[in-house]
């Protein structure tokens, strides 16, 4: 039995949802975030020696990693579905967003909710001017070219197929489930980028991501 280690409003979203669209049989343990710093709790640190979510357990084998759950269950459970044959020239697209989603997507992302928090975070007045003044500096030298090349990127992309690899849903399209997401939620970029907007309401309507939905909610 695979036990998935799920917290709440975390990239483990989509591993239950990998889990669903392979109609695995599997428990899910639900953890929750720290009501004021927002982190994990530390029970999961007795399942992993980071603290993080996600993370699986798969008989003897623990493991943690998102991108790196998504192939594991893709190689062993999904090899005639989930991921193209090693040998197409479609795996090495595989590749490439697998690695994209975490090593280029999500890190303008992260810091676009980072310094949101900044400006928005209690602190003495005298020192809030200045902290909003550097997090307006980064956002507009650094964070919000960043963001908009890649969505430009994506958005392109997105136009010329209906799904990232090939003509069916892949692990790929699961790993990049949750940085578009995040991104139509906190930049409100909906309008502007249509097909983005229309690729993530299509894997949104799916059975398999419909019930991991209701699989997180309890």
């Given amino acids: 039995m ?19 669209e392979l109609g695995l049989a599997y428990e899910i343990r639900h953890y929750q975030r720290n009501s004021e710093t927002m982190l994990a709790p530390e029970s999961l640190k007795q399942v992993h020696p980071l603290g993080k979510s996600p993370v699986i357990t798969d008989g003897d084998l623990t493991l943690a990693e998102s991108g790196a759950i998504l192939d594991y269950l893709a190689r062993r459970y999904g090899r005639e579905h989930m991921i193209p044959p ?25 810091l676009k909710l980072v310094f ?5 975070s209690p602190m003495p007045f005298f020192v809030r ?10 956002d507009r030298a650094f964070i919000g070219p960043q963001t908009r090349t890649h969505m430009d990127f994506v958005d392109t992309c997105l136009r010329q197929r209906e799904w990232l690899v090939g003509d069916r849903i ?28 229309d690729y993530v309401r ?7 991501y419909q019930r991991a939905r209701a699989a997180e909610a309890g």
């Fill in 202 to 208: 299509r894997f949104q309507a799916l059975p398999s």
């Fill in 2 to 20: 695979i036990v998935l280690h799920h917290l709440d409003e975390s990239r483990s979203r989509r591993v239950l949802w990998m889990l669903e």
């Fill in 129 to 138: 001017p200045i902290a909003r003044r550097i997090a307006d500096g980064v």
């Fill in 116 to 120: 949101g928090k900044v400006r928005t």
């Fill in 170 to 197: 892949t692990a790929a399209d699961i790993q990049m489930s949750y940085p578009l997401e995040a991104a139509l939620d906190r930049l409100q970029i909906g309008t502007r980028y249509p097909a983005i907007s």
């Fill in 86 to 110: 090693d040998d197409s020239p479609a795996f090495l697209d595989y590749t490439y967003w697998m690695h994209y989603a975490e090593g280029s997507l999500m890190p303008p992302l992260l």
